[in-house]
């Protein structure tokens, strides 16, 4: 079965510093990974993805993803933290088990805190 | 585009009775998942409808249901509700394919008293 594991519940950084939120995964065949950013009270927004190609993915905000296969790990990292990136991060892995969609399976998230 | 909308946002209920929830998709996606989020097991995988039909479905009981409209518009009812059952209901959207992003709308909080 699939499964994504978010070994830490809170990040501190201070201001400035880089940060990196981990991520590590179980998945049977090629992964399709994700990360998803949550603010208070707000649904979920979509930061980036790896489906196949190059291993350092790109996302919105300033936010990359380095996938390692060898270490089943999608870390996310941003070179200068923001006080404004402060919110709860979640890895997501798309379940192939099912049918040709399937549903994401989340970690249970990481609270990022920066303080300035 | 318009992004992922949830009807109503906010929802009291007691327990015992039900409630529908209301989704629209992204103009053009066909897809749609509920996920439950709550402090103690986090986000959880209701179901996803595709073109009118369930594609996919989760481990939560039968008074929990679904279905989606031909406009692609979808609605979840939680019948007979429970104090369990207080989340926030999350809907996501994506057009149809494993490698597509699922876009999230801003949730239903509902509340059981």
């Known amino acids: 079965a699939q499964s994504v594991a978010q070994p830490e519940d809170q990040v501190n950084v201070a201001e400035g510093n880089p940060l990196t939120v981990k991520c590590t995964y179980s998945v049977s065949g090629n992964p399709y990974l994700f990360w998803y950013v949550q603010y208070p009270n707000r649904g979920l927004q979509f930061l980036l993805k790896?489906?196949?190609?190059?291993?350092l993915v790109k996302g919105s905000y300033g936010f990359e993803a380095e996938f390692n296969k060898s270490q089943t790990s999608f870390h996310l990292k941003k070179p200068s933290a923001l006080v404004s990136d402060s919110a709860l991060y979640f890895c997501?892995?798309?379940?192939?088990?099912?049918?040709?969609?399937?549903?994401?399976?989340f970690g249970k998230g990481t609270k990022l805190s920066v303080k300035p | 585009k318009a992004g992922v909308t949830q009807t109503p946002r906010y929802l009291i209920k007691t327990r015992g009775q039900q409630v529908t929830l209301s989704c629209s998709p992204i103009?053009?996606?066909?897809?749609v998942s509920w996920y439950q989020q709550t402090p103690g097991q986090g986000l959880q995988f209701l179901f996803e409808?595709?073109?009118?039909?369930?594609?996919n479905k989760g481990n939560f009981p039968g008074r929990f249901s679904g279905r989606q409209f031909s406009n692609s518009r979808s609605e979840m009812n939680v019948s007979t509700l429970e104090l369990g059952d207080s989340a926030l209901y999350l809907c996501?959207?994506?057009?149809?394919?494993?490698?597509?992003?699922?876009?999230f709308g801003p949730g239903t909080r509902l509340t059981v008293l």
């Open positions: 103009s053009g996606h066909r897809s």
């Open positions: 996501a959207s994506s057009s149809q394919g494993a490698t597509d992003t699922q876009y």
């Open positions: 997501a892995v798309r379940d192939k088990g099912q049918g040709s969609q399937g549903n994401l399976i």
């Open positions: 790896y489906i196949t190609g190059d291993n």
């Open positions: 409808y595709f073109s009118e039909t369930q594609r």
